[in-house]
Each structure stands twice: as structure tokens, then as C-alpha cells.
């Protein structure tokens, strides 16, 4: 399996999912006569960040690997969304916003071409933290051992989010693209 062939269609199922999951969030807020932005500040404990920030740390998470296995710099554009993220418990912005940004990102995320990222695989690569730590790999172990459990942390934090404010949410929502896979005839039908 490629770097590429591993690495997008992971996301876009991860987007997709996420995708769906708002739906079923602002369906849920609407039977109850309220409002999406109100479950922006949901916090799984105190010291958590909250879901406006789990958003937006998705969305940059999922663009990030793009340009790094490219050995381009991150566009100031998707920096600018891990720092609305930072900055998501002072300032939550609205759910049209934060929606925004994960149909932005699924965006950025298909339209990488077939093997665009493939040359990456065994090439150095540097990643640096805000925090000024730095962590060398290759751009198959950063893909690994980082990118995908970045975003992969950030979407099961989002889906307990969910959860934990009583949005209908349950397996088949975690993993919606697995019906592609399914053998005719062996649904459950009860």
C-alpha cells in the first residue's frame, strides 16, 4: 500500500463521518428547539479543550500532512485553523463556521492526486511542534505514528462530544464507509 493510497482515504472517510455526525447534531438541537452553537463549548473535563477547538484541530490535522510530505510549508490559511482552535474556548465562533471547516478540509483532502504523496515515504522529515519540540522521522512513520492518530484522537474526542450530549450517534456513524464492504444477505434485519 502507498503512502497516498493509505493516508487519503483515510481522512476522507474520517471527514465524511464527521460530516455526517453534524447532521445528525443540528437534527438533534432542532427536535429540542435549540441551537448547534450551543454544544461548541461541550468539554469532555475541564482541562480538555472543547468541541469548537476538537473541530478545528480536526480540520488542521487532516490538511497538515499534505503540504508537510509535499515539503511545502503550511499555507497561513491553515494555520490560521489550528489557531482559531487555540483560541476556540475564548473564542467559539459559530457551528456554520466550524462546519466550514471540516467541508473545507474534506476538500483540500480529495483533491490530492493518485500517488501525489508516494515520494515521501523514505524522505526525512522534520516535524516541529509549536512547543519547539522536533521529532525526526520519515514520511511514512510521520504519516503512521502521527498524522493518523492525530486526527484519529480528535474525531473519537468529537464522537464522545457527541455522545455525551445525547446525539444519536453509534457504530455505524463511527464507520459509515464499511457499507461499501458489506456481503449482500448478511445484514443483521431485526
Excluded: C
Aim: proline share 8%; no cysteine.
Amino acid at each position: 500500500m502507498t503512502l497516498t493510497d493509505l493516508l487519503v482515504p483515510s481522512l476522507v472517510n474520517q471527514l465524511r463521518a464527521l460530516s455526517g455526525w453534524l447532521d445528525k447534531a443540528e437534527a438533534f438541537t432542532a427536535e429540542r428547539g435549540e441551537s448547534p452553537d450551543g454544544l461548541l463549548g461541550l468539554r469532555l473535563a475541564p482541562d480538555m479543550f472543547p468541541l469548537t477547538t476538537q473541530l478545528r484541530f480536526l480540520a488542521f490535522q487532516a490538511q497538515e500532512p499534505l503540504y508537510r510530505l509535499r515539503g511545502e510549508p503550511v499555507p497561513e490559511a491553515v494555520l490560521v485553523i489550528r489557531q482559531e482552535g487555540r483560541d476556540g474556548g475564548e473564542q467559539p465562533g459559530t457551528w456554520a463556521q466550524g462546519r466550514a471547516r471540516v467541508t473545507e478540509a474534506l476538500a483540500v483532502v480529495e483533491a490530492v492526486g493518485p500517488g501525489e504523496l508516494d515520494a515521501a515515504a523514505d524522505k526525512p522529515l522534520a516535524h516541529e511542534l509549536p512547543t519547539g519540540m522536533v521529532f525526526d522521522m520519515t514520511g511514512e512513520t510521520y504519516v503512521r505514528d502521527w498524522a493518523l492518530p492525530q486526527v484519529a484522537f480528535h474525531h473519537m474526542i468529537i464522537y464522545a462530544l457527541f455522545r455525551q450530549a445525547g446525539v444519536p450517534l453509534g457504530k455505524v456513524d463511527y464507520v459509515p464507509h464499511m457499507w461499501a464492504y458489506l456481503r449482500p444477505g448478511t445484514a443483521p434485519t431485526d
